[in-house]
């Protein structure tokens, strides 16, 4: 009988302690999933020990197995941020967790129910209507019913259940039948009149960003950069300026994405800005086009200061700061350029814009290269350099939609050249000291392509025996122009000489080239002041024959006088210049010229290139004896 209690004691303290056990363990499993479901950092691996129950009480097993199961407190307190943030994790930066099929799938159906929602309050609200059911009054006041019904849902949805799809696609559809409510009463029911619905569209907007942004909506946001161009497209009318404002729209959107931690509606927002902005091509013939380049410039310079002040990550900052500016303002010249293109009458003096824009990115760019934030700091100099190449480009732009004063010739846009030698000249200085990027020759490139372009007209009647053209004082302004960025090139030679080879080859030949269309228009024009026609072809000659003899004079000066070049740099230089020469003798000079001015200028030129092979030989060959 002692023996078999014994037993049953033994079974019944080992069923309690696998009780305890149990408990411990479901306690301590309870808590490890809490810990691993925390989103911001991984927990420390449980300690596991083990646990001798064979002569513990169950007080004691429970105590065991809690303590074998738990993280150790010395080691919490000797990193105590160990379950805060991981340790790989970037200062400032929450990993983001991967986006679940299921919340993919609950967002369409999300849009969707929107969709089909809007489409059944119409079906509803028709029904009605054709069974005399409703009223004008009725239904206005049902429409703004169903908007703050939906918003509130919104809320509610919010408060008790989270974030979800299910908010934004409530408080979207509740934006948009507030907004057919507004149309309604303008276009419609024609009771309020068209300033009277731009205010009220605005008062909505307005609400509905602010609410958005108190409440960090960031997919209302994204919504409503989807739905602003449909709102623009319907409420915004050419011929209506009361209208105009609707334009504003997306850049009141762009204003509200400042110091958001999504990317997503700000690149919606570009996207909606670069549509309207094309749609603007369609209304080229309209009073709007001025007005719509104005906000299109504005709109650029507000997405470049945005995304510069508030970066985000690179890949957005670029298409939002870099990219997007430049469209919109490339799009911009397209439509100023309707009018000229249509051959219908219209000013193009709102295209002058483009060129303050650029300047204003250029400013933005360096001002914030010297920023602390890296990002910051990388996008600025990406937009610096694109503003400066892209000045160029806008000149050329400029130039080609300016009308000419005078003749229908180019050489007359006197104003627009003027001032592209002067910006050339200032951008020439500025970037040899505060040099852009790693690519610094670019912008320079871009300088140099643009002088090539906006002299073309000058140089072809350089080069095509029309003198005529270049007696005009416009062409001698030019002629001097030119010299002067020239100048300040040769005065810069030592930026020019840290870029490849091949870019210093290209500059020369371009040099050349700018040097004899200001040497022949100026001798040109002289000649025709002091002889008239015969004094004028005199002239051309003498200009010609005079950049050939100073072309190889130039040659053999770099290849014999000493200097601080080196023979590798010197004999590279010489040798360009010498070709340059030879090549214009034998395929321009040859027929052009006639008389005195080709003798001599096929006389010096021989003589030149014969003085520089042998001068140049003996040096060598002094300089290496010396060495040896």
């Known amino acids: 009988m002692d023996h078999r209690h014994q037993e049953s004691m033994d079974l019944r303290i080992a069923l309690a302690r696998i009780e305890a056990a149990e408990v411990a363990l479901s306690d301590a499993h309870r808590s490890l999933s809490d810990v691993i479901s925390r989103e911001d950092a991984p927990t420390p691996k449980p300690v596991v020990a083990s646990v001798d129950i064979t002569d513990a009480t169950p007080t004691e097993v429970v ?116 907004v057919l409510v507004v149309y309604s009463l303008v276009r419609i029911l024609d009771w309020w009149s068209e300033i009277a619905g731009t205010i009220a569209l605005f008062a909505v907007w307005l609400a509905y960003l602010m609410l958005a942004k108190q409440r960090h909506w960031w997919i209302v946001m994204t919504g409503m950069g989807v739905v602003a161009i449909p709102i623009v497209d319907g409420f915004l009318l050419p011929e209506v300026p009361a209208t105009w404002p609707v334009a504003l729209l997306p850049l009141i959107l762009l204003g509200f994405t400042f110091r958001t931690k999504y990317p997503v509606p700000r690149i919606i927002v570009a996207i909606a800005s670069l549509l309207l ?232 030949v371009l040099g050349l080239y700018l040097s004899m269309i200001a040497i022949v228009t100026a001798s040109t024009w002289a000649g025709n002041v002091l002889g008239g026609s015969n004094g004028m072809w005199l002239g051309y000659f003498i200009g010609h024959a005079t950049v050939s003899v100073l072309w190889m004079a130039m040659a053999a000066w770099i290849l014999l006088a000493p200097s601080t070049l080196s023979d590798r740099v010197s004999l590279g230089a010489g040798v360009v210049l010498a070709a340059a020469g030879v090549i214009k003798l034998v395929f321009f000079d040859l027929e052009a010229l006639d008389g005195l001015p080709r003798a001599v200028a096929f006389l010096a030129s021989g003589l030149a290139l014969l003085a520089m092979a042998s001068l140049r030989s003996r040096r060598k060959a002094q300089s290496t004896s010396a060495k040896n």
């Open 277 to 508: 902005q094309a749609q603007l091509l369609s209304w080229m013939d309209t009073d709007f086009r001025n007005t719509g380049i104005i906000i299109a410039v504005v709109t650029a310079l507000a997405f470049a200061t945005v995304s510069l002040s508030d970066s985000q990550d690179l890949r957005t900052g670029r298409f939002t700061g870099v990219i997007t500016p430049m469209l919109l303002l490339l799009l911009s010249a397209v439509a100023a350029s309707g009018p000229k293109y249509l051959n219908s009458p219209g000013d193009s003096l709102v295209v002058w814009l483009l060129i303050p824009a650029m300047i204003g990115l250029i400013a933005l760019g360096h001002f914030y290269r010297h920023s602390n934030h890296p990002k910051t700091k990388q996008l600025a100099r990406i937009l610096e350099l694109v503003s400066w190449c892209a000045t160029a480009v806008t000149f050329l732009i400029v130039w080609l939609l300016s009308p000419p004063l005078g003749a229908e010739e180019r050489t007359n846009a006197t104003v627009v050249v003027v001032l592209f030698f002067l910006a050339a000249s200032v951008t020439i200085v500025w970037l040899s000291r505060h040099p852009v990027s790693q690519n610094k020759a670019l912008p320079w490139l871009f300088w140099m392509g643009a002088a090539l372009i906006i002299t073309f007209s000058l140089g072809h009647n350089v080069l095509a025996g029309t003198p005529l053209w270049l007696t005009d004082q416009v062409a001698l302004l030019q002629a001097l122009l030119i010299t002067l960025f020239l100048g300040v090139l040769v005065s810069h030679q030592r930026v020019i000489s840290e870029f490849d080879t091949w870019i210093q080859i290209v500059f020369a």
């Open 63 to 178: 105590a065991s197995v809690a303590s074998a199961t738990s993280v150790p407190s010395a080691e919490v307190q000797d990193h105590p941020t160990a379950v805060a943030a991981p340790a790989t994790a970037e200062p400032g930066h929450r990993l983001k967790a991967p986006v679940s099929m299921e919340t993919k799938v609950l967002r369409v159906i999300a849009v969707l129910g929107t969709l089909i929602t809007v489409a059944g309050v119409g079906f509803v609200v028709n029904l009605a209507i054709q069974q005399g059911l409703l009223g004008p009054l009725a239904r206005v006041l049902m429409a703004i019913a169903l908007s703050m019904l939906l918003l509130g849902a919104a809320l509610w949805l919010e408060k008790y259940r989270g974030h979800s799809a299910g908010v934004g696609a409530l408080a979207v559809t509740s934006l948009l039948i507030s």
